[in-house]
């Protein structure tokens, strides 16, 4: 049951990079376009970030839901590291055009090399709002005593809608970063993500995104 794993990682990649254009029903004018000031202020001031997570997968071949944890970090302009450590290890990398799995407790590693930035392609990160708007319907409202944002985001290329029908989160005004990700798929699987960072912007270690080669690999021994 790794594939949501897998998954969820993708849609953590897309979302803790803030996007660069909001639309919103929700708001006016004005409000919409203080918050997408505000997003746009993180994403060129975001270098680095560490962050645990605690995810939650509710599926329906399953009586129960499966929860697993673990870290992330994140290093500008788009290299990100997972590393599930319950209940079981899994290490995935997003780096330019690699898009790596690593199981530390058998040593096997697949890796891909992706044709374009899966961000830009898939999500439709870092375009202009009008390239971003043609990927998801958005909307943005006002949620809690704390302030935070809710986004609902609903797919608009085949490819993803397809396969999500909406992701939702909700965004922290003191960060600007997504505290929680909820992920609903069109089988009725829903997969939830909270996220507690505890650093932005210091300094990662050298070796923090070099991932272990094994005996069995095929291609280069270690990321570039």
Same mark, same amino acid.
């Given at each position: 049951m790794q594939r949501h794993n897998i998954l969820a990682f993708i849609i953590i990649a897309a979302l803790i990079i803030p996007c660069q254009g909001i639309s919103s029903a929700a708001f006016d004018r004005s409000e919409r376009d203080r918050v997408l000031t505000h997003m746009k202020e993180r994403e060129k001031s975001l270098s680095t970030l560490t962050a645990t997570f605690v995810q939650v997968k509710s599926t329906r071949l399953l009586?129960?839901?499966?929860?697993?944890? &673990?870290?992330?970090?994140?290093?500008?302009p788009g290299t990100m590291l997972c590393k599930i450590l *319950?209940?079981?290890q899994v290490t995935i990398l997003f780096k330019n055009r690699l898009f790596l799995i690593y199981?530390? *407790?058998?040593?096997?590693?697949?890796?891909?090399?992706l044709g374009n930035n899966i961000?830009?392609?898939?999500? &439709?990160?870092?375009?202009?709002?009008?390239?971003?708007?043609?990927?998801?319907?958005?909307?943005? &409202?006002?949620?809690?005593d704390d302030g935070a944002y809710h986004m609902k985001l609903i797919p608009r290329q085949a490819r993803m809608a397809s396969r999500i029908e909406t992701i939702e989160m909700d965004i922290t005004p003191d960060q600007w970063l997504p505290r929680r990700i909820e992920l609903r798929e069109k089988n009725g699987d829903v997969t939830s993500i909270r996220l507690?960072?505890?650093s932005i912007n210091e300094p990662l270690e050298a070796d923090v995104f070099r991932v272990e080669p094994s005996d069995d690999h095929?291609?280069?021994e270690n990321e570039k």
């Open positions: 009586k129960e839901p499966l929860h697993s944890q &673990g870290m992330i970090y994140f290093q500008a *319950d209940p079981s199981y530390p *407790d058998t040593g096997k590693r697949r890796e891909r090399y961000l830009k392609e898939c999500f &439709g990160m870092g375009k202009p709002m009008e390239e971003f708007e043609r990927h998801y319907t958005i909307t943005v &409202g006002s949620v809690g507690a960072y505890t095929e291609g280069p």
